[in-house]
């Protein structure tokens, strides 16, 4: 074996009752494998130590920092195998812990190695995976950690080729971004520990209290029955109120060895303690469980959630009781910089993005999206409809069962993930696959019940191909739709078209809401950017005059690399509202202007302020009229609620030809801004 140097991390800590979590992000060794050879030269086993420098490249391999997408260097972008490596080492007193170790994703299949042992495999590109290596690791000495990753595809993976003849049958519309894509992270705690948590809330809309129940999963991994103590501690984040102690929700939980034990606690809330969330108010509740032995802590796990109801009746999609009709746009994982990476900062960079466009509802992407897109609208507010990417399944495939089981196990660990999210609203069974067979109809049935097996508090459904608004595809009994909450739609097409096939589906299921999943015009499709913006004022246009339309959502807010032909010679899909590095098109300024729920008109020394009845419209709860002039807030004026339809006004002098009338939320994100070309 050659002596080569190695990257290594030394975790140190210090031990306590509390789990610990250690990134393993950062530094680590990389290299492709096109010939399929790596294993073959042992490249997954433990390595020689240099002993003079630990904190250097291996020789002969490039270093790189985890997460990483190698499709994003010029050098690495290629379809196959590519191998990680990095060594770390845990201090002897941790011995008796036990440590799993997590990856938020690897694409698209893997396996690990750890100490030249094969540790686990993973298939599906964007849901996390643990591994428990408790009896693997060494302590003090180094531990060889290796991942073979692989990005390339089948027609019996999620996502993959599709049936049919065509080069694009070969491929889905989006890249593959090799990779560990996602933070990995090792978790070491005591051999009794929380292992997942779950978090259902509802509100009593006429009390204004609410009831939650905690369902909390613990792991004896000794060799002797015990007796703890589970003591959940809610504190409202709003305002820093601890809502329930430890000690008021205290459960005694008798644990065999060996064994998994479920815990279920049920309490209310009364409504001084209940703060609602919806996406203008996004108040949320932290919550901390202690595990108690011999009344020593030995372990905690932490979690927060929201209080919200998100339920369908009839044609309207109704959050918290009042309904919402409001736009959106799909969003790829995908940027010249961090791939499919998705990080915080990105999160941050394309949702406010999004919030200050007035996009507040979408699938979002076919795909999983990294925990920060979620944390970030847990916090600020945004509808999502989740998805697993079951793209383009023909009825073949839809049939299948290896794919049905790949389905059901990416979504598991999707929604066991997830599940506290209050910006996740649904549920999607997939895309564009053909929902009129028999094949999809029992596909959409079987992981709706997969779904609902799971999580009972959100709503199911998926995005359909265009044609399935076809008259002649409504026709069988077997229709999908059927299965669905509320139904979503594709649809691209004139406007004439576009507004049939909603009264077609309208006309079948007349008391379900239809929200519009995707539709737009491509940027290097058209003779210029306004072409885009009337034809989004005129599906604005088609909406108001339908009630039955919940919603639309563009596609896409972001340009996207793809490998489809008919691609521009670029390398993108140019479908964005912004373009690659987030510069916003004039589409963008549209939806800023065209899309806001307020109207606001000055006469005769009164500014009115009205929330428009048709679309977009929702509840105005906690918004501000803000003057600003040469960049400085002038005035704020604090703004009653207002319904959909109902109006306040402020009598003021007229406002000069330089000051700016801005309408905001709490959260300072504009719904409307009169700086704004009209």
Known sequence: MKKIKLIVLVLIFAVSAN??????????????????????????????????????????????????????????????????????????????????????????????????????????????????????????????????????????????????????????????????????????????????????????????????????????????????????????????????????????????????????????LSASNTLLWDFDNPNLYDVESSLLADKKVIGSYKTYFGIREFKQDGIQLLLNGKPVRVAGANRHSDHPKYGSTDPSELASMDMDLQRNGNMLMARLCHTPTSKHFYKWADENGSLIFAEIPSWGFSAVLLGNATLREKFRAQMTEMVEEFWNSPSIVAWSTGNEYQSWTPEGDEWTLFQREKYLELDTTRLITFMALGSAGNAQNLLPPHDSYRHCDFICINLYSGLEQFEKSLQNIHQKYPDKPVFVSEFGQRADFVKSEQERIDYLNGVISIVRRNPYVCGISYWSFNDYLSRFTNTNSSGYREWGIVDTNRKPRGLYTSFQRDLSPVTVVYDKGVLSISARADFPSYTLKNFRLVLVSDNKIVKKYPLPVLNPGESTQIKMNKPSAATTIVVENAGGFKVYDSGIKQ
């Open 19 to 268: 789990a610990q979590i250690i990134s393993l992000n950062g530094k680590w060794s990389f290299a492709i494998d096109p010939t399929n050879v790596g294993e073959q030269n042992d490249w997954h086993l433990p390595w020689e130590q240099a002993k003079d420098n630990t904190n250097l490249l291996a020789a002969g391999w490039d270093q790189v920092t985890v997460p990483h997408c190698w499709s994003i260097d010029t050098r690495y972008n290629f379809i196959g195998k590519a191998w990680y490596r990095k060594g770390f080492k845990l201090p002897a007193d941790v011995a008796n812990s036990s440590v799993r170790l997590k990856f938020e994703a690897v694409y698209y299949k893997c396996r690990i190695f750890l100490n030249g042992e094969l540790v686990g495999m993973h298939e599906g590109g964007y849901t996390p995976f643990t591994l428990d290596i408790t009896q693997k690791v060494k302590y003090p000495d180094v531990n060889f950690l290796v991942v073979e990753a692989d990005n390339s595809w089948n027609q019996l993976e999620i996502p993959g080729a599709r049936t049919g003849k065509n080069p694009n049958d070969q491929l889905f519309p989006w890249y593959e971004f090799g990779g560990i894509t996602r933070d990995v992270t090792l978790e070491i705690t005591s051999k009794i520990y929380i292992s997942k948590q779950k978090i259902e809330s509802a509100p009593d809309l006429k009390t204004g209290s609410s009831r939650f129940k905690i369902i909390t999963w613990i792991e004896n991994k000794t060799f002797r029955d015990t007796v703890i103590a589970l003591q959940p501690a809610i504190t409202l984040r709003t305002n820093h109120k601890t809502v329930r102690s430890g000690n008021q929700l205290s459960k005694t939980v008798s644990l065999k060895a060996w064994t998994q034990e479920k815990v279920v606690m049920e309490d209310t």
